[in-house]
C-alpha cells in the first residue's frame, strides 16, 4: 500500500481478537476505515459487530491485535497504548442504540455536557451546541428534557452530542432498533446528511436498504470472522459466499 492510501486510513483494525469468559466473540478481524467514507456492519445477532464497535474506542478491551484511530496507535499486540482514554473517545464519538442520554439534563445541557469536560468555555460550547441540535432540526427542543422526547428526537440529540468535539469518525450501535418507523426515518435523515457532508462513519444496522443507498462499503460478520466485504452493490447484490446469501435471504423473507 503507498503512503497516500496509508493516510487515508482513519480506522485501521489487524487481526482483532477478542473473547468473554473463554468465547472467541471476534477472531481475527481485519479492517480499514477511510476517510468521508460510510461502512456499514451488518450480520445476524451475536455475531460479533457490537463488540467490534465497541473495540474501536475502547469500551471493550481487545485481546490482540492493532488498532490505530486517526493516525494514533491505540493498541497493539496484547497492550493499550492509549494513555489518554478521554482524548480518544473524543476523537471517536459513538451514538448509542438506547440513546444514553442524563436524564436530568435537558437536550442542550447534554451536548454541551462533553465539551465543558473537555475545556471548552460554557459560552462556546453553548454556541456549539444549540448549532448542532439545529442542524439536527431539534433547536425547538432545546430546553427540552430526555423523558419529554421521542425516542427519535433523543436519538437525534444523542448525535449532535457526539458531533460536539469534532470527532475523526463516527459509531453508531443499532441507532434505529428502538425506534418506530416514524422516528427512524428522522435518524435515517440525519445520518444520511452527515453522509452528504462528508462524515466518516462506522454503522451497525439492520437497515439493509439504507446500508445499500448510503454506505461506501459494507461488511458482514458471522461468527467473529468477516465473511464477506465489499461495495454494496456487491454485497447486497452480488454475495460471493454461502454464508452472506443465506444471511440476505433470511433478511428478505422477513420483511
Excluded at 482514554?85 to 442504540?97: D, E, I, N, P
Excluded at 425506534?179 to 427512524?184: A, F, I, R
Amino acid at each position: 500500500m503507498n503512503v497516500r492510501a496509508l493516510s487515508d486510513v482513519v480506522v485501521r483494525i489487524e487481526n482483532l481478537n477478542k473473547s468473554f469468559d473463554g468465547r472467541l466473540v471476534l477472531d481475527g478481524v481485519s479492517l480499514n476505515v477511510r476517510n468521508q467514507k460510510i461502512v456499514a456492519i451488518i450480520g445476524q445477532s451475536g455475531g460479533g459487530k457490537t463488540t467490534l464497535l465497541r473495540c474501536l474506542n475502547l469500551l471493550e478491551r481487545p485481546d490482540h491485535g492493532l488498532l490505530e484511530v486517526a493516525g494514533e496507535t491505540i493498541f497493539k499486540g496484547s497492550s493499550m497504548e492509549c494513555r489518554d482514554l478521554a482524548k480518544l473517545r473524543q476523537s471517536v464519538g459513538m451514538v448509542f442504540q438506547r440513546f444514553n442520554l442524563f436524564p436530568h439534563l435537558t437536550a442542550v445541557e447534554n451536548v454541551m455536557l462533553a465539551q465543558l469536560r473537555a475545556g471548552v468555555p460554557e459560552k462556546d460550547a453553548l454556541e456549539r451546541a444549540v448549532q448542532l441540535l439545529r442542524r439536527v432540526g431539534l433547536a425547538h427542543r432545546a430546553l427540552a428534557y430526555p423523558e419529554q422526547m421521542s425516542g427519535g428526537e433523543q436519538q437525534r440529540v444523542a448525535i449532535a452530542r457526539a458531533l460536539a468535539l469534532k470527532p475523526s469518525v463516527l459509531l453508531f450501535d443499532e441507532p434505529t432498533s428502538s425506534l418506530d418507523p416514524e422516528s427512524t426515518a428522522e435518524v435515517l435523515r440525519v445520518m444520511r446528511e452527515l453522509a452528504a457532508d462528508g462524515m466518516t462513519m462506522v454503522l451497525v444496522t439492520h437497515e439493509l436498504p439504507f446500508a445499500r443507498d448510503v454506505a461506501d462499503w459494507v461488511v458482514f460478520v458471522d461468527g467473529g470472522k468477516i465473511v464477506e466485504q465489499g461495495a454494496p452493490a456487491d454485497v447486497l447484490g452480488k454475495p460471493q459466499e454461502l454464508r452472506t446469501r443465506t444471511f440476505l435471504a433470511s433478511y428478505a423473507a422477513g420483511q
